[in-house]
């Protein structure tokens, strides 16, 4: 079993070997705890500059990273590693046990809660200690999502637009590594408070990205997931071996696209039915038909049609069948060449 940690300075982050940790973080109306989990280990083969930190279940809804952390926890064998790795396979405790977006004790997204508060409610006090004693441990920053209960996304791994071009590049590489079949740079503007906005202005290299949807678990998503960071290891030396490919033999090439615009984030016009008619990833053209929004008050009617306003990869795309006015129904990101960040 973990070793319960009240007080987190008590934690000795670089003791040799592997570790499991709960970290008690008290409720704020309540006796209790929500228990985070945490493993740490220390490989025995030497210590690196390229320290990994890996999370999943930032948003609770969301499987493929909480299970692949997870799974990482046991399966990494300190004997065979160097340097040390950080998982976090729950982040946001509290909304992974209520299979929910936010946490149900506060109410709050733990990706719009960083930097956090120390003095805050439980959301910002776990986001206050992953940046104040979390990040400090390592210079490489992954943080694996799916789409919730909101959109669909083609298997993609991601990261912001990065002004600095030595960081941007390192960035990409790293991306890459996870072998999806996009990379998608996404807008920094579409929210704030996110875990990844906080370690890239740290000038980490950070990773986000999206291996699944619909609070399902996604097998390829898993795969991705997980060999994505022993590829990550690898890459940095952590880990002997070669980087694996993960798609089958013969994928085309990973596909890099930018949606880093906000009008490239197109809301639904109205309330509807939403009928898509292209599927995620595909690219489309200008005026090319995304789908139908139907109103059944009118049932004779004509559906809205939704067309492209520019050509582009649809990168997200609404889930449910009904999408309100505003809410975001897809995404058509561009094309980039990798040499324009490589
Ligand atoms: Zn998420």
């Given at each position: 079993m973990p070793i319960l940690i009240h007080n987190?300075?008590?934690?000795?982050?670089?003791?040799?070997?592997?570790?499991?940790?709960?970290?008690?973080?008290?409720?704020?109306?309540?006796?209790?705890?929500?228990?985070?989990?945490?493993?740490?280990?220390?490989?025995?083969?030497g210590a690196s500059a390229e320290n990994v930190i890996c999370f999943g279940g930032t948003h609770g809804n969301e499987y493929e990273g909480q299970i692949a952390v997870k799974r990482l926890c046991a399966d990494l064998d300190p004997?065979?590693?160097?340097?040390?790795?950080v998982l976090i396979p729950?982040?946001?405790?509290?909304?992974?046990?209520?299979?929910?977006?936010?946490?149900?004790?506060?109410?709050?997204?733990?990706?719009?809660?960083?930097?956090?508060k120390?003095?805050?409610?439980?959301?910002?006090?776990?986001?206050?200690?992953?940046?104040?004693?979390?990040f400090p441990l390592g210079r490489?920053?992954?943080?694996?999502?799916?789409?919730?209960?909101?959109g669909a996304f083609p298997i993609c791994a991601s990261f912001h637009p990065i002004p600095d071009?030595?960081?941007?590049?390192e960035t990409a590489a790293a991306a890459r590594l996870f072998d999806t079949p996009f990379v998608f740079i996404y807008a920094s503007s579409i929210a704030s408070g996110l875990l990844t906005d906080e370690a890239e202005a740290e000038g980490k290299v950070t990773v986000g990205g999206e291996f699944g949807g619909g609070e399902t678990t996604s097998r390829k998503g898993v795969r991705h997931a997980y060999e994505g960071v022993l590829n990550v290891l690898r890459h940095y030396g952590l880990l002997e071996g070669e980087i694996s490919k993960i798609?089958?033999?013969?994928?085309?090439?990973?596909?890099?696209?930018?949606a880093d615009r906000l009008d490239q984030y197109v809301p639904c016009p109205r309330d509807g039915i939403w009928e898509p008619v292209v599927d995620l990833g595909v690219a489309v053209n200008e005026g090319d038909l995304i789908g139908r929004l139907h109103d059944f008050s009118d049932h004779g009617g004509p559906a809205l049609e939704i067309r492209a306003r520019r050509a582009g990869f649809i990168a997200m795309m609404h889930l449910s069948a009904r999408p309100s006015k505003g809410q975001t129904l897809y995404v058509a990101a561009e094309a980039v060449d990798w040499s324009a960040v490589i």
């Open positions: 987190p300075g008590s934690i000795d982050f670089a003791k040799p070997g592997k570790h499991h940790y709960q970290v008690a973080f008290h409720l704020d109306g309540t006796w209790g705890y929500s228990l985070l989990p945490l493993t740490v280990i220390n490989g025995r083969r004997g065979a590693m160097a340097g040390r790795v729950q982040l946001s405790e509290s909304a992974c046990n209520a299979n929910s977006r936010v946490s149900p004790l506060d109410g709050v997204n733990m990706n719009r809660a960083f930097p956090g120390a003095h805050g409610s439980i959301s910002y006090r776990i986001a206050h200690f992953v940046k104040t004693r979390i490489v920053v992954i943080d694996i999502h799916s789409g919730g209960k909101e071009r030595a960081q941007q590049a798609r089958p033999a013969g994928a085309p090439p990973q596909q890099l696209v930018k």
